[in-house]
């Protein structure tokens, strides 16, 4: 996906403009960095421009991807080492095993669209957090550049774009922790009164323990 096209790209940018503020300062008289450093910022801003077009067709690719999410069966097998047999969860709200409908009541249905619901929640914000920090990739290359360009060092160019990132990925990493208690509170209601998805109920409190508790990253 070009999503990862985009972070790489800005991944190299990032690198190149901090070489340049890593490179001995040049006399105030010299009007433009020359050499290697000359190099660097010529490739950061043609780099620049291509990859802010991979991240608007990537904004346009997640879109589509979280539209057809909804219409869609989720898959349930996300430990392969269980070796269960293929289960999904329909738009409807029928739980399949191996392609074969699961059967429920009125009441089994109603939690299945429940912990669907949430899980689709879970995943769109897991989208959204990877489509953010493509645009911050870019965000802070635009910043390297300008830190560059205004005799910053290496040091503080640094800590300005881990400040912005923290600034604008934090909230959304914090969203989709708030949003892992429901998940688990929708799995255990499910597990407990449909049996056959309770081997797919993988999830524990310990994974909501863990997201809710480790917010405060440095970025």
Known sequence: MRT?????????????????????????GASAP?????????????????????????RTEIDAARAKLATENISLNRNDKQNLPKAEITPSGELLIEGKAVATTPEQKTLVLAYR???????GDGMAIGMEGASIGIDAAAMALKGVLAGQSGDEIGKQVGSEAKAKLKPKVEQLCARMPGLFAAQQALSAKLPAFTPYATMDQADVDDCMNNTDWNF
């Open 4 to 28: 990862s096209s985009a972070l790489l790209r800005t991944s190299c940018l990032l690198g190149a403009l901090l070489l340049v503020a890593c490179q001995p300062a040049q006399d105030k």
């Open 117 to 123: 619901a949430q899980l689709l929640e879970v995943v």
């Open 34 to 58: 020359t050499g290697i450093a000359a190099k660097a910022m010529d490739e950061a801003q043609k780099g620049l421009g291509q990859a802010s077009k991979e991240l608007q067709q990537a």
